[in-house]
């Protein structure tokens, strides 16, 4: 079975700091990763996603992720953040193949101006 | 384009009631999804439908059942409500050439069971 971890529920930044959100993942196949971002009153959206190839992955607003085969994570970054940025952040793994999709339980940031 | 839709909004049950949460998947998309969001635990995978069959299911008792129709939108019934299922019921459609890659969410049906 997949699973996913995300060991900070709640991050607090100030605009400008550098952001690192961690996410471990469990299984034990070729997996395609997610993040996904859901902003305040709107709707869950892909923020980036690695299927293959390069295992550092750009998305959108100069977020990035990188993908550790060896850790078994996908942490998502951005050198610094503003205030926009506040919103909930979830990590999510696909088994190989058609498989449905495993979501982390979030992590709320909360970026201070 | 018109996003994912789910109806109703809101849903207030009792106890032992059964509840039915609709979606429509974006057009074209083929794939519909269901998680429970619940307060504290984050996504919790429901169901897969794909081309009118149930492809995979989550960790949840066969109370939670749902079905999805030809013209790929989806209902999911939830039968003899508990007070543990009150949550945000997401729905999230794809297509059928990125499968589950990229999902698109609806805005959700708030569920509360008194």
């Known amino acids: 079975a997949q699973s996913v971890s995300q060991h900070n529920h709640h991050v607090i930044l100030s605009e400008a700091a550098s952001l690192e959100l961690g996410c471990n993942y469990s299984?034990?196949?070729?997996?395609?990763l997610f993040w996904y971002v859901q902003y305040p009153g709107q709707h869950l959206q892909l923020l980036l996603k690695y299927f293959s190839g390069d295992p550092l992955v750009k998305g959108i607003k100069g977020f990035e992720a990188e993908f550790i085969k060896s850790k078994f994570s996908f942490n998502l970054r951005k050198p610094s953040v503003q205030w926009s940025d506040t919103a909930e952040y979830f990590c999510?793994?696909?088994?190989?193949?058609?498989?449905?999709?495993?979501f982390g339980t979030g992590t709320k940031l909360q970026v201070i101006p | 384009e018109a996003g994912v839709t789910q109806s109703p909004t809101h849903l207030i049950k009792t106890r032992g009631q059964q509840a039915t949460l609709r979606c429509s998947p974006i057009s074209g998309h083929t794939s519909v999804y269901w998680y429970q969001q619940a307060l504290g635990l984050g996504l919790q995978f429901l169901l897969w439908?794909?081309?009118?069959?149930?492809?995979n299911r989550g960790n949840f008792p066969p109370r939670f059942s749902g079905r999805q129709f030809p013209n790929y939108s989806s209902e999911l019934n939830v039968n003899a409500l508990e007070l543990e299922d009150s949550a945000l019921y997401l729905c999230?459609?794809?297509?059928?050439?990125?499968?589950?890659?990229?999902?698109?969410f609806g805005p959700g049906t708030r569920l509360t069971v008194t």
């Open positions: 999510a793994v696909m088994g190989g193949g058609y498989q449905k999709v495993t």
């Open positions: 999230a459609s794809s297509d059928f050439v990125s499968r589950a890659g990229k999902q698109y």
């Open positions: 299984y034990g196949g070729t997996v395609n």
């Open positions: 439908y794909d081309e009118g069959e149930e492809r």
